[in-house]
């Protein structure tokens, strides 16, 4: 672990202090701290990380200590119900001469716990720290899929600020690691239609905040196959996080938490960054504990993940068979959390909804179906 510790920050009392005290129930009590010594880490699950470079939205402003250091305020005093994960909090992400040294510490330590099975939550940043976060992943040779949750889908190529351009890197990347890419509630007129067809050709998936609003379980599948995850603050309406200062429509803060609670759930997710707070800009820290029940949620999630059971168990299943098409499938919900999963041609089971199965059984074909037949 000394080449790890040697890109962090430990925490002073300063980065998590509650002038109330905590009590034995919250969080901040049973978190493992790098605060003098790094810690033993092996028997956690999850790992928290701040991120304090900021260059990436503007080359004109200063690293964001205080943004990692505002959510853990809020987080840490938010009530632990799930001793079962055992959580780490090894402190900030020294900040790089360079934006990308950053990167580098940042894809340095990030594939690092990937590959000792940590999940890691990333706190603060610019949103193109996504691209660093997908180079742990491109370090460590793994195809995975990746989702986006943001008002912009960041593909401007015309622009010079990294954190409008960065997607553009990480979708092109050749050899590309990018199995799957989902782009989950933008704005429309904040995106050119152009990008949306191109997205359409390379067969990835965007779906419109408000097909999101009206339908949120639909995100609950693409969520669940999903292995990086990348959470802009944009993506929230300005009433529900004020430091969001992108627009006054948007995602609700109960959305953020049902999207975050999703990606729990995810058998696959190993990382899920959350980027774009800018602490100055925030009212009575609400954006910063809008964050805290984000992450709370995320927690929730992965608690009942493990309440899961393989599939091979059918007794824990209701199975239905049915024929769309003339296409002879089956659908298997768990009993213990509700989802939903379809058998697809090569035998192999797809995360899908139960508005799937309801379509199959009127004799459509669901688009979820579809969509993956043409990526194969």
């Known amino acids: ?87 780490a909090d090894i402190g900030n992400i020294k900040t790089g001469e360079l934006l990308s040294d950053s990167y580098a510490a940042i894809k340095t330590v990030v594939s690092a716990l990937i590959e000792q099975n940590k999940t890691v939550i990333l706190l603060g940043g610019s949103h193109d720290i996504t691209l660093a976060q997908y180079d742990a992943y491109r ?113 609700t803060g109960i959305d953020a938490c049902t999207l975050c609670r999703f990606a729990g759930l995810s058998e696959t997710l190993s990382s899920i960054g959350f980027y774009g707070y800018h602490p100055q800009d925030d009212v009575q820290a609400l954006t910063a504990s809008q964050i805290a029940q984000m992450i709370w949620y995320f927690i929730d999630g992965r608690y009942k993940r493990l309440q899961e059971v393989p599939i091979a168990q059918r007794q824990h299943y209701n199975e239905y068979h049915t024929v769309f098409a003339e296409i002879d499938t089956l659908f298997l919900q768990s009993k213990k959390t509700g989802r939903w999963w379809m058998r697809m041609p090569d035998n192999k089971f797809i995360a899908c909804s139960y508005t799937d199965y309801i379509k199959a059984s009127n004799n459509q074909i669901p688009e979820r179906w579809l969509r993956l037949q043409e990526r194969d």
């Open 139 to 251: 370090h460590l040779n793994r195809r995975i899929d990746a989702s986006c949750i943001d008002a912009r889908i960041d593909l401007s190529s015309e622009s010079p600020i990294r954190s409008e351009n960065f997607l553009m890197e990480m979708l092109t990347d050749s050899p590309s690691m990018i199995n799957h890419y989902n782009h989950i509630a933008f704005q429309s007129y904040y995106v050119h239609p152009r990008i949306i067809e191109t997205m359409d050709k390379l067969r990835f998936d965007c779906f419109r905040v408000g097909m999101v609003q009206e339908n949120i379980e639909e995100m609950e599948p693409p969520l669940r196959h999903t292995d990086l995850l990348s959470f802009d603050l944009a993506a929230i309406k300005n009433s529900d996080a004020p430091a969001n200062k992108e627009s006054p429509n948007g995602l």
């Open 1 to 87: 672990m000394q080449d790890l510790q040697d890109f962090l920050e430990p925490l002073s009392p300063a980065h998590i202090n509650n002038d109330d005290g905590y009590t034995d129930g919250q969080l901040a009590r049973h978190l493992v701290i790098y605060e003098n010594e790094f810690p033993d880490i092996t028997h956690c699950s999850m790992v928290i990380v701040g991120i304090q470079e900021m260059r990436g939205q503007s080359l004109l402003m200063p690293p964001g200590p205080q943004a990692p250091d505002k959510i853990r305020n809020r987080l840490y005093a938010l009530h632990y119900w799930h001793s079962e994960i055992k959580i």
